[in-house]
């Protein structure tokens, strides 16, 4: 199995400091964040920034702050940008992170409830954000809550992608309104991503660790930090995210996945060998 990829989402485009007092807002505090979860394992940052008052944004600026903090801090670690955003963002303000063409960006691919809410990707929006990643040669990192986001990343593909390069995926579980965080869903989502791609998971609160561990042990990567889950353990708040990425280093030790460098990690994610 290939070493282990760690991605940290620190921050998310939802949580407050009301829910985790433990939320880095600032470029600084992201960036220290980040250093200690690089210094913990991860190799890859999922970002989401924010303004001065601590209230999510796809600002260019605020974007631009935090990018050459991390740079700073952890200079080696990939910087994946969200296109995500904030559910309710319009598709102007979720494209601005590409304008400072980060190594990697997320791309989800279709329409999902999310709580109470509706994170909206219709699909001409999805092809527009596709071909523009294609265009800056920023590798996308297909963002799939439900098997018809596979089929549509599936699709963009065989529409605009005649070279066939490296296919990535996060698969992420246990959104209330997307695919429910359990092993038979990981595999099953597992089972159906385009030959040859790879891909790593994440479980949404209760379901973060069983997804954890079925996708450490089915030799796809990982993807953990505050946006995923506040708790470390049921009724205990993680103390960091660096608390939490330690965690996924040590179990994938233990069953004989060490932690990829940033070099391993653009080599699996496609980001050193998008060409070929
Ligand atoms: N905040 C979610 C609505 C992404 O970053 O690309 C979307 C999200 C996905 O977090
Ligand atoms: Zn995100």
Do not use: L
């Given at each position: 199995m290939d070493p282990l990829v760690i991605t940290v989402a620190?921050?998310?485009?939802e949580l407050t400091r009301e829910q985790q007092p433990r939320l880095p807002l600032t470029p600084e505090e992201i960036a220290e964040e980040v250093a200690r979860c690089r210094e913990a394992g991860a190799s890859i940052v999922h970002l989401h920034v924010r303004d001065g008052r601590g209230v999510p944004t796809q600002d260019r600026e605020p974007f631009a702050r935090a990018i050459d903090a991390i740079k700073r801090s952890a200079p080696d670690v990939v910087i994946q940008s969200s296109t995500?955003?904030?559910?309710?963002?319009?598709e102007d303000q979720r494209s601005q992170p590409l304008d400072l063409k980060p190594e990697m960006a997320t791309l989800t691919t279709g329409t999902v409830n999310f709580g109470d809410e509706v994170f909206e990707n219709p699909f001409p929006l999805v092809e527009r954000f596709f071909l523009r990643m294609r265009e800056i040669d920023v590798q996308p990192e297909f963002e799939v809550f439900d098997t018809g986001m596979v089929e549509t990343a599936g699709r963009l593909v065989r529409e605009h992608?005649?070279?066939a390069r490296h296919l990535h995926f996060d698969l992420v579980l246990g959104v209330p309104g997307g695919m429910a965080g359990t092993p038979q869903a990981v595999l099953h989502m597992a089972s159906i991503l385009p030959e040859g791609a790879t891909w790593s998971a994440t479980g949404i609160g209760r379901t973060h660790l069983p997804v954890t561990l079925i996708a450490l042990a089915a030799g796809g990567h990982v993807r953990t930090g505050f946006e995923d889950t506040?708790?470390?353990?049921?009724g205990r708040l993680a103390r960091s995210n660096a608390e939490l990425i330690a965690r996924v280093a040590r179990i994938g030790a233990e069953a004989g996945r060490e932690v990829a460098t940033p070099d391993q990690a653009r080599e699996i994610v496609g980001i050193t060998r998008r060409s070929g």
């Open positions: 620190p921050v998310g485009g995500g955003g904030s559910v309710g963002m319009t992608d005649a070279e506040i708790f470390y353990a049921k």
